[in-house]
C-alpha cells in the first residue's frame, strides 16, 4: 500500500520560510519523480514544483520561482520543498505526488498515480 504523508506546513509571517516534508512508503521511491501541488479555498488544485527520481531535474512554477527549492533523499524516501520569502498568496494546503516515471517530469496533476493528504500552509501578511 503506497503511502504519501506530508509534514511542515504551519503558520508564517510574510517573507518568513517553512521546510514542507514528505515521506515515501510502500513504493520504490528512486523509481519515480515527484511532484508539489497546492490549492487554496475556492480554486483548483495548481502544480507548485517537481523533481525527477534522482533530482538531476526540476520543474517550478513561475509563481515560486526563485523563492522555493524542491529535493530529495532517495536514502530516505523522502522529498522537500523549502520555501522562503513567502507570501500570502502562498496559503493553501499542499500536496505531494507521485508519478512512476524516471524519465519525465510533469505539471499536470494528471501524470501522477499517488496523493499524501496535504499539509496546510497559511502566511500572514
Known amino acids: 500500500q503506497v503511502q504519501l504523508v506530508e509534514s511542515g506546513g504551519g503558520l508564517a509571517q510574510a517573507g518568513g520560510s517553512l521546510r514542507l516534508s514528505c515521506v515515501a512508503s510502500?513504493?520504490?521511491?528512486?523509481?519515480?519523480?515527484m511532484g508539489w501541488f497546492r490549492q487554496a479555498p475556492g480554486k483548483d488544485r495548481e502544480f507548485v514544483s517537481s523533481?525527477?527520481?534522482?533530482?538531476?531535474?526540476?520543474l517550478y512554477a513561475e509563481s515560486v520561482k526563485g523563492r522555493f527549492t524542491i529535493s530529495r533523499d532517495n536514502a530516505k524516501n523522502t522529498v522537500y520543498l523549502q520555501m522562503n520569502s513567502l507570501k500570502p498568496d502562498d496559503t493553501a494546503v499542499y500536496y505531494c505526488?507521485?508519478?512512476?516515471?524516471?524519465?519525465?517530469?510533469?505539471?499536470?496533476?494528471?501524470?501522477?498515480?499517488?496523493w499524501g493528504q496535504g499539509t496546510q500552509v497559511t502566511v500572514s501578511s
Open positions: 523533481i525527477s527520481w534522482n533530482g538531476g531535474r526540476t
Open positions: 510502500g513504493l520504490t521511491f528512486n523509481n519515480y519523480a
Open positions: 505526488a507521485a508519478d512512476r516515471n524516471v524519465g519525465y517530469i510533469w505539471r499536470s496533476r494528471v501524470n501522477y498515480e499517488y
